[in-house]
Structure formats: C-alpha cells, structure tokens
C-alpha cells in the first residue's frame, strides 16, 4: 500500500522562512532537505515577521486549512517566535494561545509539532527562557513534541558568535543551521513516522 503523501504547513515569524540567512534555507529548509519520504514532502510556510502568538492564532486554521487535502498526511509545525516578548503578552496569554492552536489541531485530526523561541538579545534571556518553559509545558500536556531551542543555544558559542556578526536579533547561517539540527534531534522524523539515524 503507497503512503499518503505528507503535506507540512509551518506557520510562525520571520524565523520560520529563514529570514537573514545568506542561504535563504532558514531551519525549515534545512530539516525539508534531511527528511527522506517515499514521497517527497509538500512543505508550506506561512510566515508573518514579527507576528505574535495572538496574532498567529487568529489566522492559523483559515489559512492551514486551504492548503490542507483530504488524501494527504497533514501536518502542522507551529514556530512560537519572540514577538510576545516585545509586545508585552503575558505567560498566560502565550499559553492560551498556543493551547487553542493545539486543541483545535487535535480536533482537526491534525498532528502538530512545536519549536520554540531560540535566544534573541541578552536582555531578552529571561523572559525568553520563561516563555520557552511555559510552551513546553503546553504541548507536553498534550503529548505534542516540542523543540526547545533556548536552553541549548543561549550559551552555545557558535550561536552566539552568529547572532553577534547580524544585528543581535536574526540568526545566520550558522544559527538557522543549529536549530534545524535541534528540530531533527527531537523527533521529527519519529512524529513523522520516518526511519532515520538523527533520532
């Protein structure tokens, strides 16, 4: 029996499509070229920069659900970026939101996978770091996976040398490369349901 073809819808800011990067691969593009699919995999990004999780969940399900198809294995992959930082959303509300998205993914019959706030300025660490915990406790609560991209990369040097040669805010080359190797270590191609020896 063929396998449904997967069909991937990332939503997120404008760390999502990579933006900074000289490649132009961003994450996405990097973990897309490392998952090997009897069919290969339709990937759609639909990013906003600067969006906050407010934001997303207000547009998330119209605009996933067009690109959704009854005979594929539709996936949703869900980059909380840092914008409710600067916006001043409370933890509670960037849980809310993020809950929303998941629950009604669940009701969807969708499978969704989450990747959180990488490090942005060293001011930001604290808050960053709390809201990393706080989406990570949302999804685990849901049995959904969760990409922690804070705690591995606040002190890496390689991301900080990155981040340090931009504008302190966008990651490079390098930096895009560090969280899709992350994203592929945590069980992306087991929430796939794909062999591979990066799990």
């Known amino acids: 029996m063929t396998p449904s073809p997967l069909r991937i819808v990332v939503l997120g800011d404008e760390l999502a499509c990579g933006v900074g990067d ?7 593009g990097r973990v897309v070229a490392r998952t090997i699919a009897p069919v290969p995999p339709t ?13 997303l969940g207000g547009r ?18 869900i ?9 001043g959303l409370s933890l509670a509300r ?9 629950d009604v993914a669940e009701q969807r019959n969708v499978p969704a996978f989450v990747v959180g706030p990488p490090p942005g300025r060293a001011e930001d660490d604290e808050r ?25 990369l606040v002190n890496h ?15 490079g080359q390098a930096g895009y490369g560090l969280i899709a190797w992350l994203v592929l270590h945590t069980g992306w191609h087991v929430w796939l349901g794909l062999p591979s020896d990066a799990d």
């Open 22 to 28: 000289p490649k132009a691969l961003g994450w996405v």
């Open 43 to 55: 990937v759609l990004t639909l990013a906003v920069p600067g969006e906050t999780s407010t934001e």
């Open 60 to 77: 998330w399900d119209g605009e996933a659900s067009r690109r959704f198809t009854v005979d594929a294995d539709n996936r949703l992959v």
């Open 79 to 87: 980059g909380v970026g840092r914008a409710d930082i600067g916006a």
């Open 94 to 102: 960037s849980r809310l939101n993020l809950a929303n998205i998941l």
């Open 128 to 152: 960053i770091a709390e809201l990393s915990v706080a989406l990570g406790d949302v999804a685990s609560r849901r049995r959904v996976p969760y990409v922690d991209t804070f705690a591995p």
């Open 157 to 171: 040097d390689q991301w900080r040398a990155d981040m340090a040669a931009g504008d302190g805010w966008l990651p």
